[in-house]
């Protein structure tokens, strides 16, 4: 999903910026704008946006989606600040404080504690944030601005350590995206920002474009970003269409069709154990000292058979009832295996939470093993086919409802850390060519 985070400056009400702005949407796709200050009064009805819908906000900070989608759950947390759920991904966009430097450092602190509310789902705060990250981020004339303080910027700082959020677009380099004149001397600053799950950025393309705020179509003195993050939108409802997009852009839609996700359907039917089950108990249970063992998405059990054949006391568990796997009273294993779950699960914030539940069921200083098919094999897979890309991987069936993405050892590893895992030291690695893995700890305090 494309979306364009943008400072209006309060001109959506003109005829010719809303004009420009629509243009501009079109032009680059935008399925999603999220706009700080579009027009005054902040009370009034919000402005038609053709081919969007308004999804919810004020004058402060408003949203709108394209027609064909489905609008997301939008609220105000505050009249700084504006919550949306895209899918699985929580969108905090913000309008910092504009004049005092103490109110920006305690809305910053807010944000992390907003941030934290949202007990490691994936994030994105966006907007403008009417401060320079680093010195070189803003400046006066020729010399580096003193607008920003160091409480601020510690307190930025802060909000991306506790949540796990990169500044997509720091480069070496800053590229400002508002420029005025000050008593006579250009007044240049990188204030509008994106801040992403450190998880997502692999995934995600964030652009500043300045085009808006000069020449003839602009809209703005704010440089837009335009957001491209791999989500893909909730298609409307046909009542809530009331013409399609394609009428006005001459192009088919893009809205995908909504389908049920049965991962379950995924699951091998084995005679044997798997490799990756083979690998465990040849290479891993001595040295880590194993006595027991949770295969955490079992399928029909197969590997747990295995586990109890080389003398381990293993149990299984797996969501999906008919497997006949219930969830085990007990915990405390000194090990759980989670052998090609997160490859099926549709999206980051779903397999963090099947992260954080297989860690439940490990014994503080115990391991979790975690084997994914690779990117290389799923994009291959894809391509022979036909697959359709959803989210962040591919539709491998869409009539059966099952998912596909290949995990590199760098992504486990990413996403287990939102669940309180860290990657073991000074194990084997296991012999698994084809496929990823990563063999994490679970701390012991």
């Not at 989670?338 to 914030?349: A, G, H, Q, R």
């Amino acid at each position: 999903m494309l979306l364009a985070s943008v400072n209006l400056n309060k001109r959506l009400g003109a005829a010719g910026a809303r004009s420009n702005l629509a243009a501009w949407l079109r032009e680059h796709g935008v399925q999603a704008v999220l706009a700080q200050e579009p027009f005054k009064p902040a009370d009034r009805t919000p402005p038609t946006l053709g081919g969007f819908t308004f999804a919810g906000g004020n004058g402060h900070l408003a949203t709108w989606i394209r027609e064909d989608f489905a609008p997301p759950p939008v609220s105000s947390l505050n009249t700084w600040v504006q919550r949306l759920e895209l899918q699985w991904l929580v969108v905090l966009q913000v309008h910092l404080d504009a004049y005092a430097n103490a109110s920006r450092a305690a809305q910053l602190a807010e944000l992390a504690a907003m941030a934290a509310a949202e007990d490691d789902r994936p994030l994105l705060v966006c907007g403008d944030f009417n401060l320079a990250p680093r010195p070189e981020d803003g400046q006066f004339g020729e010399e580096t601005s003193t607008f920003t303080t160091d409480a601020e910027r510690q307190a930025l700082e802060q909000l991306m350590q506790t949540a796990g959020l990169i500044d997509t677009t720091a480069e070496p380099a800053p590229v400002f995206t508002f420029e005025r004149i000050f008593s006579g001397k250009p007044s240049r600053f990188r204030c509008d920002l994106a801040l992403l799950s450190d998880h997502l950025t692999a995934t995600a393309t964030i652009t500043p474009d300045a085009t808006v705020r000069s020449g003839p179509r602009l809209f703005t003195d704010h440089s837009a970003l335009l957001i491209d993050l791999p989500v893909t939108g909730q298609p409307a409802e046909p009542d809530d269409v009331l013409f399609a997009l394609s009428e006005l852009t001459g192009q088919d839609s893009a809205a995908p069709v909504a389908r049920d996700y049965q991962p379950h359907k995924t699951a091998m039917s084995r005679q044997a154990p798997s490799p990756a089950s083979r690998a465990v108990t040849k290479h891993l249970t001595g040295p880590l000292s194993v006595r027991s063992v949770l295969d955490h998405g079992c399928g029909r059990g197969v590997d747990v058979a295995h586990y109890r054949s080389v003398g381990l006391d293993a149990e299984g568990f797996d969501p999906h009832d008919d497997f006949g796997w219930p969830r085990p009273a007990r915990t405390g294993f000194d090990l759980v295996t989670s052998m090609f779950v997160l490859n099926v699960l549709p999206d980051p914030w779903q397999r963090i939470q099947a992260l954080k539940d297989a860690a439940s069921f490990a014994r503080p200083g115990g391991h979790v093993v975690v084997v994914t098919r690779s990117p290389e094999e799923i994009s291959k897979a894809a391509a022979d086919g036909g697959w359709t890309t959803h989210h962040d991987g591919f539709w491998s069936s869409q009539s059966k409802g099952t998912f596909q993405r290949g995990i590199d050892p760098g992504e486990i590893t990413a996403l287990a850390r939102r669940a309180g895992l860290t990657p073991a030291a000074g194990t084997p690695v296991l012999p698994l060519p084809g496929v990823c893995h990563a063999v994490l700890t679970k701390p012991r305090t």
